[in-house]
Each structure stands twice: as structure tokens, then as C-alpha cells.
């Protein structure tokens, strides 16, 4: 199918466009970008007062699959992307058992290609079984189609075998993807570690016990050549450590969740896992220290950390219940309501964090607009006012603390390789 978008601001950081115009697709390609664009034989979509991005990309999403199924599949995962607007998902490695070899990494490239309506990229275990004892087959992993390597879940704590996983990506040529958690210092913490822990009386989790790994790491890739991405920073001082090492020149990246820029600990409403996470939302000057740096690009990616539980795990108190929540189907409006209404972000701003960036970063195809480049487009709605419902979710996973809240911005269609895979219905 043919389709000629119309009227759409087109907003594609990779050319710094960002113009009323058309853009054409055709054999699943962008064919031409312009404006008054006509083609008799292609479908028609009308994006005026909408935004036109490149594709966007998820660069951290947990799809359960295998060995958790009744929390997430491919599949299901696929379909909650397409509906965020997602046309590339990378999925992390800590599955059951662990993606930690070429060939576990060929199921879920296989799996993939038959079942889901947007790309999944597999990531690979840092080490074998992610246990944390030896540095898994990173080269076979990458060579089976794997753009990253992460040991999402936990931190490879033992520092020579972490530096040696950051050899390895650095002669493969791929980031590393890096939980910064230091094991020693979580001592059965469940959530920030500040006012709201000692009210509801549970363990804190400090924000030392990120960022000691931040500080590690850093250092670590620095010394391995390796680039270093770093995962969900919650703490103002990642924010510091991250400038820092920027401006001193080394290969250092870093994403915020939604979550962490909208919430902190004084909106738990009491025991509700649903607001159980990790790393944990903390105080309001850690969001506002996270928010400034989206803002200055210190932080260049938006993520979701999409991770998905069952509700009878999530109906568990704070104490027993999982860490994670899912956010492949509200990434979009948060991002529109918390940063873009509010100046935190342009809408060309926020292509760039949650597409070309991304892109980028992994050395992959996509993040954008560009004439002959994969037709990867998402169209928003930027002035739709509505109410997030997860019974409406694609996702398996319900455990959000963000259901009954009234966003802007909705996701109207996502377009993958030129085919419409999600079209909303309002």
C-alpha cells in the first residue's frame, strides 16, 4: 500500500525539519517529502494539526518472552508498541532463561519476523545465564542480530568481568546497556528511601546504590573505549555524572523514564505496587533535577522500561509485590503532557529523545524522515485531551499507577515499513 500523509508537521531532527508538509510512501519507503504532494493510487491520510515523526524507538522494553508468557509475549508486546506508537522495540535479556547466546537471540529475531507488527531487536546477556561469573558470547549475540548488550535486571558487579563485558562491546562495536544497581547497598529496599518509606514502613533504597555503579561504570567504559548507556536514571546525581563525563569528552549516554519525570514518592498513595519500580520514583528535587536534564540534552533518550506482571503479583504489598510497571501505551502522552506542554521540550525535541536519538545511539535504522529512508512514521495527536484506561491496553500487563489519569496527546497511527499497524479509534 501507497499512502500520501497530508497537512502533518513534520517534525525529523535528523534533517532539523520541522514544516507543514506531505510526505509520500511508497513500496514501503519515504519516496518524497514536499509540499502539495499528489498520487492518484495512494491511500490518504489527512495529519492536519498532527505531528509526523520518524518512527519511534523504545531502547529499553522487557517482552517476558520465553518463560513468562502469562505476563507478556512477543506478540502482545509488539501490539502495545505499535499502539505507543513504537515502530522499533529492543528487548531486554533477562527472560527465562536468559538471551545469552546466538541462538536464543535467533528465537526471538525468528518469533519476531512471524508474529509481531513493528521490529524487535534483541539484546543480549552481558554474561552467561546472567549470573555474573563470565562474560557471555557477545560477539556471536551481536553477529545473530543483537545492537546491544545489557545485563538489565541487576549490575554485573564484580568490576573485571564488567570491564571485560566492556571490551568485548567495544570490539563488537555495540553500547552497552547498563542497570546501575549496586547489590550491596539495595539490603531488601523496595522504594525511594526518603519520607514516604518510613511513613508506610518499608526498606529504603538510597540513591547511592545507583549511583556508586553510575560512578563505576563510567570510569570502566572510559578505560574499556566502550560507549556506556545508562538506564532509568532516577537520582539528581546521574544527572551530574552524566554532564560530567559528557563534557569531558567520553562516550557516556543516558534515558529517562516517563515515570521518573512524572511522579515521586509523595504521589504513592499508600500500598500500591502499581507504584513499585526500579529504580524507585524518589523526590520531587531528583524529578526536577531529571526534567532539567532533558531539557540542557544531558539525558538524550526517553525509554519506557516497559515491564510487565500479572495482577495477582501486582495486588501483593510493596514488600512481596514485583519491581516494574508498563509503559509502551503511555509514554507518548506523559512525555506531551509533563515536558512538551510545559517548555521542557519542543516536539522536535522530543522526536529526537524518543527516535533519532535512540537510532543513533544503537546504530540502527530509523529515526528519520529523510527521501528513500524506511517508511517508520508515528502521527500524534498533540491537542487530544483523554483518559488512560488499561482495561484498553494491547499490553497483557495492567500494572500501571497512571490508569484514570487525564493526559494530552494521543498516538493517531503508527506506521511500520510503510504498513499501518495501529490506527486509533476515538
Not at 508486546?77 to 547466546?101: E, H, Q, V, Y
Not at 555474573?132 to 558470547?137: C, S, V
Not at 498533540?382 to 484514570?404: C, L, Y
Amino acid at each position: 500500500m501507497n499512502l500520501l500523509i497530508k497537512n502533518g508537521r513534520v517534525l525529523d531532527p535528523s534533517g532539523n525539519v520541522d514544516a507543514v508538509c506531505d510526505i509520500l510512501v511508497e513500496d514501503g519507503l519515504i519516496a518524497k517529502t514536499g509540499k502539495d504532494l499528489s498520487a492518484p493510487d495512494a491511500r490518504v491520510v489527512d495529519a492536519s494539526g498532527c505531528w509526523v515523526m520518524p518512527g519511534l524507538i523504545d531502547m529499553h522494553v522487557h517482552l517476558r518472552d520465553p518463560g513468562q508468557l502469562y505476563k507478556e509475549d512477543i506478540e502482545s508486546g509488539a501490539r502495545a508498541a505499535a499502539r505507543g506508537g513504537f515502530t522499533t522495540i529492543l528487548a531486554m535479556p533477562n527472560t527465562k532463561p536468559p538471551i545469552d547466546s546466538p541462538d536464543r537471540v535467533g528465537y526471538v529475531v525468528h518469533k519476531a519476523e512471524q508474529v509481531a507488527p513493528v521490529r524487535v531487536l534483541q539484546i543480549g546477556a552481558a554474561t552467561k545465564g546472567q549470573k555474573g561469573e563470565e562474560a557471555a558470547d557477545i560477539a556471536g549475540m551481536v553477529g545473530a542480530g543483537s545492537p546491544a548488550i545489557s545485563e538489565d535486571g541487576r549490575s554485573v558487579m564484580n568490576a573485571k568481568i564488567c570491564r571485560e563485558v566492556l571490551e568485548r562491546c567495544a570490539a563488537a562495536g555495540v553500547p552497552f546497556l547498563d542497570h546501575c544497581e549496586d547489590a550491596n547497598l539495595v539490603s531488601g529496599g523496595v522504594m525511594n528511601a526518603g519520607e514516604k518509606a518510613k511513613t508506610l514502613g518499608f526498606k529504603g533504597i538510597t540513591n547511592s546504590v545507583e549511583d556508586v555503579i553510575i560512578a563505576r561504570d563510567i570510569l570502566l567504559a572510559k578505560e574499556a573505549g566502550a560507549h556506556l548507556h545508562l538506564c532509568h536514571c532516577s537520582t539528581a546525581d546521574s544527572a551530574v555524572m552524566v554532564r560530567e563525563a559528557k563534557a569531558a569528552g567520553l562516550s557516556v549516554s543516558a534515558e529517562v523514564c516517563p515515570h521518573h519525570f512524572t511522579l515521586t514518592e509523595d504521589d504513592i498513595p499508600g500500598d500500591d505496587a502499581n507504584y513499585k519500580m526500579n529504580p524507585p520514583v524518589r523526590s520531587a528535587a531528583d524529578r526536577d533535577a531529571l526534567i532539567e536534564g532533558l531539557r540542557d540534552g544531558t539525558f538524550e533518550v526517553i525509554a519506557t522500561d516497559h515491564a510487565p506482571h500479572s495482577a495477582q503479583e501486582k495486588r501483593r504489598s510493596f514488600a512481596e509485590a514485583p519491581f516494574g510497571i508498563v509503559g509502551l501505551e503511555t509514554a507518548v502522552p506523559l512525555t506531551v503532557t509533563e515536558l512538551v506542554e510545559k517548555g521542557v521540550l519542543t516536539p522536535l525535541g522530543m522526536a529526537a529523545a524518543m527516535s533519532t536519538n535512540p537510532a543513533r545511539i544503537c546504530g540502527i535504522e530509523g529515526g528519520t524522515l529523510a527521501e528513500g529512508s524506511r517508511a517508520d512514521i508515528t502521527i500524534i495527536d498533540p491537542s487530544r485531551e483523554w483518559r488512560i484506561d488499561k482495561e484498553r491496553f494491547a499490553s497483557r500487563g495492567h500494572n500501571t499507577p497512571f490508569h484514570g489519569r487525564t493526559v494530552r496527546g494521543s498516538v493517531r497511527m503508527t506506521v511500520c515499513g510503510g504498513k499501518i499497524v495501529y490506527r486509533e479509534d476515538v
